[in-house]
């Protein structure tokens, strides 16, 4: 079964960078992008960037863009999302999630990231 | 960027009941190939997201018939035609017609009266 687990919680101080990582299993990962969404306490769900798993495109949200690199490894499964210049505001759960071309479809279960100092 | 306006905030609604939850989207939907990528995700306290409809209308595998999707264009709903306990959580829609910048609702909140 489609799978996509992530990597454990992350206590950062202000101004540092957080790397998550997103291994999948149970299809062929190079058929799909990942994309990676933030769900802030008390804010929607947000897009932050997605990579083609196949050919390593990225696209950014221009809210992210300046501060956030999605990379993959292809051998191992795995998507990479790392969020510099932390701030207060960016504690929040991160969300890897698969992409089939419109949209989204499996979500992993979620990263705690706390910017606090 | 795609705006989607779900209403209401939140339905508190007694068990058996049914239970409707609207998204509009400040853009057609509708992608040159005919279909229409509106998703509804249902997310229970302390779990991911978990996609019940794609395609508007699509119920994924294994949901239960009691959900549907309907709409058209920029005007969708989501039913449960009986509420049961496991429903409670917050409900999303999600376009995916702007694959390359997906955008969210900012969710419902169904509750048990």
């Known amino acids: 079964q489609v799978q996509l687990v992530q990597s454990g919680a992350e206590v950062k101080k202000p101004g540092a960078s957080v790397k998550v990582s997103c291994k999948t299993s149970g299809y062929t990962s190079t058929n799909y992008a990942i994309y990676w969404v933030r769900q802030a306490p008390g804010q929607r769900l947000e897009w932050m960037g997605w990579i083609h798993a196949g050919n390593g495109n990225t696209k950014y949200s221009q809210k992210f863009q300046d501060r956030v690199t999605i990379t993959r490894d292809t051998s191992a499964s795995t998507a990479y999302m790392q969020l510099r210049s932390l701030r207060s505001e960016d504690t929040a759960l991160y969300y890897c999630?698969?992409?089939?071309?419109?949209?989204?479809?499996?979500w992993g279960q979620g990263t705690l990231v706390t910017v606090s100092s | 960027d795609v705006v989607l306006t779900q209403s209401p905030l939140s339905l508190s609604v007694t068990l058996g009941q049914p239970a409707s939850i609207s998204c509009r989207s400040s853009?057609?939907?509708?992608?040159?190939?005919?279909?229409?990528?509106l998703n509804w995700f249902h997310q229970r306290p302390g779990q991911s997201p978990r996609r019940l409809i794609y395609?508007?209308?699509n119920r994924d595998s294994g949901v239960p018939d009691r959900f549907s999707g309907s709409g058209s264009g920029t005007e969708f709903t989501l039913k449960i035609s009986r509420v049961e306990a496991e429903d409670v959580g917050v409900y999303y829609c999600?376009?995916?017609?702007?694959?390359?910048?997906?955008?969210f609702g900012g969710g419902t909140k169904v509750e048990i009266k």
């Open positions: 999600m376009q995916g017609k702007y694959w390359g910048s997906l955008t």
């Open positions: 999630a698969r992409g089939p071309g419109s949209g989204i479809d499996f």
């Open positions: 853009q057609s939907l509708v992608y040159s190939d005919g279909n229409t990528y």
């Open positions: 395609n508007f209308s």
